[in-house]
T-cell receptor
Framework: DTEVTQTPKHLVMGMTNKKSLKCEQHMGHRAMYWYKQKAKKPPELMFVYSYEKLSINESVPSRFSPECPNSSLLNLHLHALQPEDSALYLC???????????????FGPGTRLTVL | QKEVEQDPGPLSVPEGAIVSLNCTYSNSAFQYFMWYRQYSRKGPELLMYTYSSGNKEDGRFTAQVDKSSKYISLFIRDSQPSDSATYLCAMRDETGFQKLVFGTGTRLLVSP
């Protein structure tokens, strides 16, 4: 079963709100990812966690704050967002066996975020 | 020049047609090649995964990689209206195994 779940499916928030996106996988994957996807564009990598530690931060503004409480869960905390942050936020996971393995990434359904 | 080039389409075909989707790339270090299908407002779904050069077949789908030409293809046989989606190619090298490089996606429309 290659399932990554994300909640909520939709989120509308004001620029002063604080909210969180959640992602969960039970495949034993040790790498988890946050992507941002705008309409008609490919996913853009934001953060990567490997073995629950942040390994890649793609120069994302501090109003986005990731957290990996354990190997199955990934959160993205949102604060003081801008309307241009409205997008589909995708979570993904991968086994992380080794660089030369056939690991690849499996995506969740996404959270559609609208910032007013 | 982008690392991965993909025609955004849309590509419109009648039901039953053979569809060819393609990507070109510039980084000769890419070794792992993927095709994802993304329905509107949904997350990408992994369709095919290929390592290095060669062909891989799975049902109606065939993935081809030609590393000498830096060109990858996805063929869909007997296309169905349910195949209407955006198809994203993605690839990575041996070291960047946590970072996929995506094409822009090709939107496919299969009409009944």
């Amino acid at each position: 079963d290659t399932e990554v779940t994300q909640t909520p499916k939709h989120l509308v928030m004001g620029m002063t709100n604080k909210k969180s996106l959640k992602c969960e996988q039970h495949m034993g994957h040790r790498a988890m990812y946050w992507y941002k996807q705008k309409a008609k564009k490919p996913p853009e990598l934001m953060f990567v966690y490997s073995y629950e530690k942040l390994s890649i931060n793609e120069s994302v503004p501090s109003r986005f704050s990731p957290e990996c409480p354990n190997s199955s869960l990934l959160n993205l905390h949102l604060h003081a967002l801008q309307p241009e942050d409205s997008a589909l936020y995708l979570c993904a996971s991968s086994p992380l066996s080794s660089p030369s393995s056939t690991d690849t990434q499996y995506f969740g359904p996404g959270t559609r975020l609208t910032v007013l | 020049q982008k690392e991965v080039e993909q025609d955004p389409g849309p590509l419109s075909v009648p039901e039953g047609a053979i569809v060819s989707l393609n990507c070109t790339y510039s980084n000769s270090a890419f070794q792992y090649f993927m095709w994802y299908r993304q329905y509107s407002r949904k997350g990408p779904e992994l369709l095919m995964y290929t390592y290095s050069s060669g062909n891989k077949e799975d049902g109606r789908f065939t993935a081809q990689v030609d590393k000498s030409s830096k060109y990858i293809s996805l063929f869909i046989r007997d296309s169905q209206p349910s195949d209407s989606a955006t198809y994203l190619c993605a690839m990575r090298d041996e070291t960047g195994f946590q970072k996929l490089v995506f094409g822009t996606g090709t939107r496919l429309l299969v009409s009944p």
